[in-house]
């Protein structure tokens, strides 16, 4: 007897997350299975959690050990929460990788730094044509978001057809690329959506979005009333939010001079791919300091307070030779990622110090944002019509709130996290039916480790507690045991260290030396270590009131 056909969606990031994008999609015929990926992400740690840590990917381990079924790699958009693991991860990959021509730039780019194969990345044609991989038919369809080139998926499979909204928001007006286009998505909904996977970013936001188009005649009454020079930092991708800024800049007769590696990588792309069409001349930092500073804009990297990006460095000193002081204005043209706040307001501080004025977007005067907001994803489900709503890009409240809408309009949902299996052919078969490992791996210095193996809680530790190094050497005669101890990171006087010795080797010669009646060489080193260890612990809890990272090397003299 045969089995019934069926779709499956795994998340191996990005449904628990705001960030580290990576769903599976599986078409099972009952006795073979297809799988596609889609989007590749990365997410920022935070370094009271993960101190030392680079960034965080999705454990890609389901799509190692099924290597051989996986028949593409499609990339909706070029955020680094999509995007960004194609340098550390895929170096294995030889299917296709399939994405928009402004993202093939960056897609490129990212695979070459990690010594990957670069000529796997195609350029997708756009919906109404099909990629054909495998029992897969995939669309990419325009959708409006803060980065060119945006894309929502068309996903057909023999059993089933989905729609995966990728990051989205609905702007008629978008400054660059095409605007939301309500009746490609309307048309795309009449001709059957049986599930869509939907971005759920913005679902607590109870007001429509704004359009980026709103902003130029803000940014250009505050351009015409600063005295000085104007920097204005955003995210380095926000190619639409760039142009809208720079054409302000023309209009008020300020020359654009863009400080930022990043920045200026991405303006090179957008020019590349030919989407930032008459986009102004850029002056070098040289040949701006000849220019009057009422009549410079500045765009400068690093809008989340990177320490080494060019705002950090200006709010610090300068970058590459250029200042700014008294009556110049610094303007965050962006949002604040949740956790990056104190970088900002370590920025902002030191600006204030230098004179700086600095207008921070608490208003929204001069930022939107680049998600759909609750009535606009009201909107977007009605659009789309589909049988059943699969919530992602969200924390597990987000996924919540988007099923309570999403239930209000009469629309089935099903609630997955990563790596759960969910079958998602139809609402009346979706469940979740299976789990595969899920997980993160992070980027530490220029090594992949696993999230369990515990390299993490153990420097956290030594983050919080400090370290005691002890020496023992183990003698068959009294003194048994010889110390060194070494403290670091924890507060102690000459004295206090030689209590801890004497502690130590009172109590170890109680417990081993005087009770054991075995020679000393016949214990094994394990259960010296754990006493030793359970000593300090004890005795450093009480004297002190912490646990240090303890770590204890044992010699032993030659038995002769
Ligand atoms: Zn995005
Ligand atoms: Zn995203």
Redesign the pocket.
């Given at each position: 007897m045969s089995k019934e056909n069926n779709l499956l969606f795994i998340p191996l990031g990005?449904c628990s997350e705001?960030?580290m994008?990576m769903y599976v999609y599986g078409y099972d015929d009952g006795n073979n299975i297809d799988y596609i990926l889609v989007d590749a992400?990365v997410t920022f740690p935070n370094p009271e959690y993960n101190p030392g840590v680079d960034l965080i990917m999705p454990d890609t381990s389901f799509v190692e050990d099924n290597l051989s079924k996986f028949k593409a790699i499609f990339i909706t958009?070029a955020?680094e929460?999509?995007i960004g693991s194609l340098t550390h991860l895929f170096e294995y990959i030889e299917a296709p990788i399939y994405c928009g021509k402004f993202t093939s730039l960056i897609a490129k780019s990212k695979i070459d730094k990690g010594g990957g194969n670069s000529n796997l990345v195609k350029i997708a044609p756009h919906y109404p044509k099909f990629i054909k991989v495998g029992s897969f038919k995939v669309g990419f369809v325009n959708i409006s978001h803060s980065i060119p080139e945006a894309s929502g998926l068309i996903i057909e499979t023999p059993c089933s057809r989905v729609f995966h909204s990728?990051?989205f928001k609905i702007d008629y007006s978008p400054v660059l690329g095409k605007p939301f286009n309500k009746k490609i998505l309307s048309e795309i909904g009449k001709k059957g959506i049986n599930t869509l996977v939907c971005?759920s970013?913005n679902v607590f936001n109870d007001h429509h979005g704004r359009s980026e188009s709103n902003l130029f005649d803000n940014f250009v009454n505050l351009f015409k009333k600063v005295k000085g020079i104007v920097v204005a930092t955003t995210f380095a991708s926000n190619l639409a939010r760039l142009k809208t800024l720079a054409s302000a800049a023309d209009r008020t007769g300020r020359s654009l001079v863009v400080l930022g590696r990043a920045m200026n990588n991405m303006i090179n792309y957008g020019k590349e791919s030919g989407i930032l069409k008459d986009f102004p001349d850029i002056l070098s930092p040289r040949d701006a300091k000849l220019v009057p500073k009422n009549h410079l804009l500045v765009l400068a990297s690093g809008s989340q307070g990177e320490p080494r990006a060019a705002s950090a460095q200006l709010a610090r000193e300068s970058y590459m030779g250029f200042t700014i002081g008294k009556n110049d204005v610094f303007l965050f043209s962006s949002k604040t990622i949740p956790g990056n706040e104190i970088r900002v307001s370590y920025i902002v501080d030191q600006l204030e110090r230098r004179g700086v004025e600095v207008i921070e977007d608490k208003n929204g005067l001069y930022h939107v944002s680049g998600?759909a907001n609750k009535p606009d994803l009201n909107i977007f489900h009605s659009l789309i019509s589909p049988d059943l709503i699969v919530p992602m890009?969200g924390e597990y409240r987000h996924l919540k709130e988007h099923e309570r809408i999403a239930k209000q309009s009469g629309i089935q949902t099903l609630l997955v996290e990563n790596g759960d299996v969910a079958q998602i052919s139809n609402s009346s078969n979706a469940a979740v039916i299976d789990k595969v490992d899920s997980g993160r791996i992070f980027l530490d210095g220029s090594v992949l480790i696993d999230e369990q193996e515990g390299i993490i809680s153990e420097r956290k530790k030594l983050m919080y507690n400090g370290l005691l190094n002890v020496s023992i050497l183990v003698n068959e005669i009294k003194p048994y045991f010889n110390f060194e101890m070494d403290l670091i990171g924890i507060s102690a006087t000459v004295d206090f260290k030689k209590e801890i010795l004497i502690h130590l080797e009172n109590e170890l010669n109680y417990s081993i030396g005087n009770n054991k009646p075995k020679k000393l060489h016949n214990i094994e080193s394990y259960y010296l270590e754990a006493e030793v260890r359970r000593i300090l612990n004890k005795f450093l809890k009480s004297e002190i009131g912490k646990k240090p990272h303890i770590s204890i090397c044992i010699h032993r003299m030659d038995i002769i």
């Open positions: 990005g705001i960030g994008n992400g958009h955020h929460d999509h990728g990051d971005d970013t998600h890009h």
